[in-house]
């Protein structure tokens, strides 16, 4: 065992029980095991430190694994990322980075060694059928009618998948375990599955795929992998990862699955998918944008692997799942700059002052300490003269009560420098306060001198200071969840991004290099960009402020409550009144009407949330609106979430009242959908057709030709019009080419705008072709 710090936590009394026990011949073998289909955030952090800090402190080891079974997703510029990414948070895989594609050849030779012992076989069923025959959690399914195939039967189809002489969706491997066993996912999950697509590392090779729950457990077999983490969402997986390996054993050591709970942090989105479409629809600047919840974001905005050490410490592995804090996350990234940051002068909006009594022309070179008080730590030097900047909110014309800063009258000290007086505002044509004339006191200079006023303010040299690009950032998302908007965009914090353009730095951070930080004096901590910056011209981002000034303004909102209000330090004057939020008006239009009141709790009485219970009922032409779509028919749940997800957004500022469609058209139109008759993706084309122009659902569905697919007539021209169109995939396919049928199914499915019954299609497509 090595001397590492042994973690506190459930998973490591495991490993000490185990190894107390002598299980694994005293072996400890972790995995972080990415899918490479996007950039690592901060949740994977949580899990690197977990699994690479376990083995540590165990003597163990750890090793990084792609899992890159989902051939469509991945691509080499992920790999390539996340390996910076753990390599940056410390963890050390030595040699071992694996590739779950490295293991198809043998994973496949599993697959067999199932169908030739009676546990596997080949489902020639729809997935539909599939999907249906697998019941419920109240409901046992139904055996499959191709459940009973010989061994023979079943290997020669298996093969005949893998030779790609079965089109997409044509057949499965399936587990042979229990149709009607209590744990859905035991009900002879599906093992392989046809894929015609090109893989990053295996190219056109394979054409079957292994299922996640196959794949993954003989993964951690093959690799020796004995402590096998993952997330709470798959502790009713373990049954069947346990008996992938116990039916394809023996494995020396035969790892186990421990589950604990992700990490879910306020004011965050961290789903892949989300972060993919932040970047895809440049709402960030990229997956590394400084407000992104990436690693390598928050390693761009300048957050440390010691800081995001020091929050896993702080939250701890659980076994439950809740949200985290993320004034814990803004702790601990303070904490650690806290001692590593010295203290700069910069001024982000700068407001001109002459000393008048400064000797003309001279410019003294002032010894300033990095860190204040603490001179055995060094110093620079910093240009004082006559000409000077200050922050134009240090000055007040009418300083409200307990103002520590400038006014005319008053005396402050410039931080490191000496103390000044404000004689006089110059005023501009507008009466704008353009710039201050002061005088210093000359026996002023440094804390030593004795002379003590209210406070102290961070100034620059007006000629010898640099401009500088200072980005100031804030919290990406303007509500803790996110997740429980109506769309998580609209939580998205329209003031994440300041630039402060006119900027000015102390000379000292001129040449600072890409990577520099710095507390600039009571701004925040500021990291020179890697990216952006250029010798001699550093682009500064804000890393995060002095204090959470976030902690004032959060009362405890619901989750849809877009806009925090403007930031501010202080209030120069009259203290400004709390902005109500878009729930307070709700809350305050319930408690005035009764009748909302009572609607509030008749719809979760009929199943809504208690979240679209109150987006429904702020006020009454919304009720009133919802109302007539359900009494037109609709479901409630249905009408609720098209209305919130999709009609909100469509409608944009208009009141729904005064929309071409009326609430019971609008009922008409969730029927519609409801009953099947359309698409989802045809339904929001119909919803923003009647949005803007009105009608009636059906007959516009109609002019649409919106419909979905399902006569036989309509698919027979699809597929007739599709061959046509393909006259040499036709001709290789019937030379024997037969991993084209999922080239000629997909023009098929184009041709009637997805809207077919695939199922059908490939029937009648294969019986043309045949
Ligand atoms: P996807 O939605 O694409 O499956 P994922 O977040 O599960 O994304 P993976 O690449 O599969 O991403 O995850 C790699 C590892 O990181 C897994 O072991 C997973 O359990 C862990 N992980 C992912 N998200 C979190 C999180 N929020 N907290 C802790 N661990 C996480
Ligand atoms: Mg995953």
């Known amino acids: 065992m090595s001397d590492a710090p042994k973690p506190q936590n459930f998973l490591a009394a495991i490993v000490e029980a185990d190894l107390r026990a002598g299980r694994n011949g005293g072996r400890v073998v972790t995995r972080f095991p990415p899918e490479p289909n996007g950039f690592l955030h901060i949740g994977h952090a949580k899990s690197i430190l977990l699994n690479f800090g376990l083995a540590k402190a165990f003597g163990g080891r750890t090793n990084l694994r792609f899992d890159d079974t989902n051939p469509v997703t991945e691509e080499t510029e992920y790999v390539e990322a996340i390996q910076q990414d753990v390599r940056w948070l410390g963890g050390d895989w030595g040699d071992r980075v694996h590739y779950a594609s490295d293991y198809f050849e043998r994973m496949y030779e599993c697959a067999e060694r199932l169908v030739r012992e009676g546990k596997a076989y080949v489902d020639s069923q729809t997935q539909e059928q599939i999907r249906e025959g697998r019941g419920s959690f109240e409901r046992p399914g139904v055996d499959s009618p191709y459940r009973g195939r010989s061994v023979e039967e079943n290997l020669a189809l298996l093969r005949r998948m893998r030779a790609g002489e079965l089109p997409d969706g044509a057949a499965v491997l ?7 066993h209590p744990n859905v996912l035991m009900r002879d999950p599906l093992l392989y599955r046809i894929r015609h697509a090109k893989h990053h590392r295996t190219g056109d090779r394979w054409c079957i795929y292994p299922m996640y729950d196959f794949a993954h457990p003989l993964e951690d077999a093959f690799e020796g992998v004995t402590h ?96 985290v804090d993320i004034g814990k996350l803004e702790f601990a990234i303070r904490g650690d700059l806290e001692g590593r940051a010295p203290r700069a002068l910069a001024v982000l909006a700068p407001l001109p002052v002459t000393i008048v009594n400064w000797p003309a022309g001279e410019v003294e070179e002032l010894d300033v300490p990095w860190w204040p008080g603490e001179p055995a730590r060094g110093s620079r030097k910093v240009p004082f003269s006559g000409e000077l900047l200050v922050e134009r909110e240090d000055f007040a014309l009418e300083p409200p009560k307990g103002w520590r800063r400038l006014a005319p009258g008053r005396e402050v000290r410039l931080a490191g420098a000496y103390v000044v007086r404000c004689e ?173 009141r009572a609607r509030y709790a008749s719809y979760q009485a009929r199943g809504l949330s208690a979240e679209e219970a109150d987006l429904l009922t702020g006020d009454a032409a919304t009720a009133d609106y919802f109302d007539a779509a359900v009494a037109a028919k609709a479901a409630p749940a249905s009408a609720a979430r098209w209305l919130l997800n999709d009609l909100a957004g469509l409608a944009g500022d208009h009141p729904l009242g005064e929309l071409p469609l009326p609430g019971a058209a609008f009922g008409r139109f969730v029927a519609l959908v409801d009953a099947g008759r359309l698409t989802p993706s045809a339904a929001k084309t119909l919803l923003a057709d009647l949005v803007a122009h009105g009608g009636e659902p059906e007959a516009r569905l109609g002019a649409l030709g919106l419909a979905k697919v399902d006569d036989r007539a309509a698919i027979e021209a699809a597929v007739e019009k599709a061959l046509a169109a ?45």
């Open 726 to 770: 393909q006259p040499r995939e036709v001709e290789r396919y019937r030379a024997g080419e037969k991993k084209l049928l999922g080239v000629l199914l997909g023009a098929v499915m184009r041709q009637t705008g997805g809207a077919a019954d695939a199922a059908l299609v490939r029937k009648m497509l294969t019986e043309k072709l045949g």
């Open 174 to 180: 399936r587990a042979k375990i229990d149709m009607s």
């Open 228 to 323: 096998s983490i993952c997330t709470l969402e798959f502790e009713s997986n373990r049954e069947l990862y346990d008996w992938v390996l116990d039916s394809l054993g023996p494995w020396d050591p035969r790892p186990h699955q421990y589950e604990f709970a992700r990490l879910a942090l306020g004011y965050t989105v961290l789903s892949k998918r989300k972060l993919l479409q932040l970047v895809q629809e440049r709402r960030v600047s990229g997956w590394d944008d400084p407000r992104m919840p990436t690693i390598a974001g928050m390693r761009r905005r300048g957050v440390t692997p010691e800081a995001l050490r020091a929050f896993a410490e702080l939250i701890g592995v659980a076994k439950n799942n809740s949200v």
């Open 424 to 596: 006089e505002a110059v005023r501009g044509p507008g009466g704008e306060v353009v710039a201050l004339r002061c005088t210093y006191d000359p026996a002023s200079l440094g804390e030593a001198a004795g002379r003590k006023v209210s406070g102290t303010i961070h100034w620059v040299d007006a000629r010898r200071s640099a401009p500088a690009e200072v980005r100031i950032y804030d919290r990406l998302f303007a509500v803790e969840q996110p997740d429980a908007a109506p769309s998580f965009l609209d939580a998205l914090n329209p003031d994440s991004l300041r630039i402060e353009q006119g900027a000015r730095v102390e000379p000292a951070l001129r040449d600072a290099p890409p990577g520099a930080r710095y507390q600039f004096l009571r701004q925040g901590y500021f990291f020179a960009d890697p990216v952006d910056s250029r010798p001699g011209a550093p682009v500064w981002n804000r890393t995060i402020t002095l204090k959470d000034t976030w902690a004032s303004r959060a009362a405890p909102q619901p989750a849809v409550e877009a806009r925090k209000p403007r930031e501010r330090k202080e209030p120069a004057g009259a203290t400004a009144a709390p902005r109500k939020t878009r729930a307070g008006f709700r809350a305050d239009a319930r408690a005035a009407d009764p009748a909302l």
